[in-house]
């Protein structure tokens, strides 16, 4: 009986925790409400979440598109990455390269520069001991009957022309002592021992007319005062080409001859006024060169030079000077 009744206590506590007293009226507003809001709840909460959802959407696509993106650049990335350590590698290879060429480049020009000093010095030796052997005319016919006698003197022009382009333009003095210098001032020496004999003569005006043409346009290129002696030494090649009378017809008609003549009659060198009067002279005597060139010298005569020069205190250009102005008479008396 007693856990019988303890246990209708139990039920009746427990229907008690159930139930809670409250006014209908409350109820009803109670009750109203929660139907409103059941009402409008939806309508509020489904717009804002439909909108929320569709803001997620659109993130999530620019997301993985962004992620798309970034994985694109991250792989462009890795492949510019890749491409510039290859071009670095080629870069410093290359560099490399270069610098092992330059090491022989610079190798070759002092092996050139050397082989230039040693063919200099030879060519110089060489043809010292030739100039002083072509004095005799057994040896100059021995040489002019050689097979390499053409080339030789073809040699011999290319040396000359390349030793006047090798002129400092601000040269004030040359270097007598110099192999360059020696070594064409051997050749010329050679051409005018070689033009000093009939049988040389002939040879450079009918095989060597390139050498005779390059010494007149070296002559009229080299500036007054300039490697005289050099100068010189053509003038007297020029000089016995012009008693060959093929040669002299050959050089007075080549073109600027004779403008030639005066540019070297103001050289400052008493030695090339000397021999640029002798070779006028040769032109002046021969009747046929000078009823051709005649008019031209007449014209162009730089008389008041030559005057200057035949009071000159070198004994023998002043009486050569003189003898020349009774030459030019006869241009006078033509006229």
């Keep these: 009986m ?123 030796a060489v043809c010292t001991l030739l100039w002083g052997v072509s004095s005799n005319e057994e040896a100059v016919k021995s040489i002019l009957g050689g097979s390499k006698a053409v080339k030789f003197f073809t040699i011999t022009a290319q040396t000359m022309e390349s030793f006047v382009k090798s002129l400092s333009e601000d040269m004030k003095q040359q270097d007598l002592d110099s192999e360059e210098n020696q070594f064409v001032l051997a050749l010329a020496g050679i051409v005018t021992n070689v033009a000093a004999l009939a049988c040389g003569r002939e040879f450079l005006v009918s095989s060597s007319r390139e050498l005779l043409d390059t010494m007149m346009h070296l002559l009229g290129d080299m500036k007054p005062g300039l490697c005289n002696k050099f100068k010189v030494l053509m003038l007297m090649s020029l000089y016995n080409v012009s008693i060959n009378m093929k040669g002299l017809k050959y050089i007075s008609e080549s073109p600027g001859f004779i403008p030639l003549l005066w540019w070297l009659l103001n050289d400052p060198d008493t030695e090339v006024c000397l021999h640029a009067l002798r070779l006028l002279q040769s032109v002046l005597l021969e009747p046929e060169v000078l009823a051709r060139s005649g008019a031209e010298v007449r014209d162009s005569l730089p008389l008041q030079r030559i005057i200057a020069l035949s009071q000159s205190r070198h004994a023998e250009l002043q009486a050569l000077a003189k003898e020349l102005l009774d030459d030019l008479k006869i241009l006078d008396y033509e006229a």
């Excluded at 506590?13 to 007293?21: G, L, W």
């Excluded at 059941?38 to 992620?67: C, H, M, W, Y």
Aim: charged residues 40%.
């Design 2 to 124: 007693w856990r019988s009744a303890g246990l209708a206590g139990d039920a009746q506590a427990e229907t008690k925790e159930e139930f809670v007293k409250v006014k209908r009226r409350d109820l009803e507003r109670l009750t109203t409400e929660v139907m409103q809001l059941r009402d409008f709840l939806p309508k509020i909460v489904n717009g804002d979440i439909l909108g929320t959802f569709q803001k997620l959407d659109a993130i999530e696509s620019n997301l993985e598109k962004k992620e798309e993106e970034i994985e694109q650049l991250r792989m462009d990335c890795e492949h510019f990455r890749a491409r510039l350590e290859t071009a670095q590698a080629d870069c410093m290879r290359e560099k490399k390269e270069k610098l092992d060429l330059r090491q022989q480049l610079n190798e070759a020009k002092q092996q050139l520069l050397q082989q230039a000093e040693y063919c200099t010095e030879m060519g110089a």
